[in-house]
């Protein structure tokens, strides 16, 4: 069936993270995935093991012209109610088998929370065929860090950095000649005036190297934004 993605530490759901944007990893890596899954999850609710056979990167259906069906992999492990370390994989294709491309991605996460204190840290790293049947592959990566804070019951902050680089263009095309190598930081600010209601609002940043983003019509390398949202689950 169609189930959310066996990758990353960030719901499609804003409100269940710690921030009100999602990360450039999120982003950028599947949100949901169709096909087939097994777990497995430990007596003691310690460990869980999964094998997936996907459609695809993020596919309702294969890739038309592709006879080749994808696989993945999760290992989850909560030695207590504050940490959770998490290691996923993709190893498929997005392409129809006269350019078939292998693809190859690692994720790999840890949440850390302790009394009104809340820590992820996580990091990407995929390699995708340079040309078809090659042995050489373009890389890209993503490191990411969030922590939050719990001032009361009602209100909360975040913070986030994180970092992208794939200079090929494998998963990120700026539509020039430069390479998408861009950092980004952001400050989140919660407020939950009801157990099923919250109010964010995040100011976020990107830099780059390269005049990659537009304000208005001109060529820019930083692009900055504030965001706000009321999420109300019924």
């Known amino acids: 069936g169609i189930m959310g993605s066996h990758i990353g530490f960030e719901s499609a759901i804003s409100k269940e993270g710690y921030t009100l944007t999602r990360s450039m990893s999120a982003e950028n890596s599947p949100y949901?995935?169709?096909?087939?899954?097994?777990?497995?999850?430990?007596?003691?609710?310690?460990?869980?093991?999964?094998?997936?056979?996907?459609?695809?990167?993020?596919?309702?259906?294969?890739?038309?012209?592709?006879?080749?069906?994808s696989s993945g992999a999760q290992v989850q492990w909560k030695p207590n109610s504050r940490l959770t370390l998490n290691y996923s994989n993709f190893i498929g294709t997005d392409q129809p088998d006269t350019a078939r491309l292998m693809r190859y991605f690692h994720n790999v996460y840890g949440i850390y929370e302790l009394g009104k204190?809340?820590?992820?840290?996580?990091?990407?790293?995929?390699?995708?065929?340079?040309?078809?049947?090659?042995?050489?592959?373009?890389?890209?990566?993503?490191?990411?860090?969030?922590?939050?804070?719990?001032?009361?019951?009602?209100?909360?902050?975040?913070?986030?950095?994180?970092?992208?680089?794939?200079?090929?263009?494998?998963?990120?095309?700026?539509?020039?000649?430069?390479?998408?190598?861009?950092?980004?930081?952001?400050?989140?600010?919660?407020?939950?005036?009801?157990?099923?209601?919250?109010?964010r609002l995040e100011a976020r940043t990107f830099s780059s190297r390269y005049a990659i983003f537009l304000q208005g019509a001109d060529p820019a390398s930083r692009n900055t934004a504030i965001t706000t949202s009321i999420a109300i689950t019924l």
């Open 117 to 199: 204190w809340g820590f992820i840290a996580g990091f990407d790293f995929g390699m995708q065929q340079v040309s078809k049947s090659s042995s050489s592959c373009n890389t890209w990566y993503t490191p990411t860090l969030i922590t939050r804070y719990r001032f009361s019951g009602k209100w909360a902050a975040a913070a986030r950095v994180e970092y992208y680089q794939d200079r090929h263009a494998v998963i990120v095309s700026t539509r020039t000649t430069d390479p998408f190598e861009t950092a980004g930081c952001s400050l989140n600010l919660d407020f939950v005036p009801a157990p099923n209601a919250v109010i």
């Open 32 to 69: 949901f995935e169709s096909g087939g899954k097994l777990s497995y999850t430990s007596d003691n609710g310690k460990w869980l093991i999964s094998l997936l056979v996907p459609n695809g990167w993020q596919r309702i259906r294969r890739v038309e012209g592709s006879s080749l069906l």
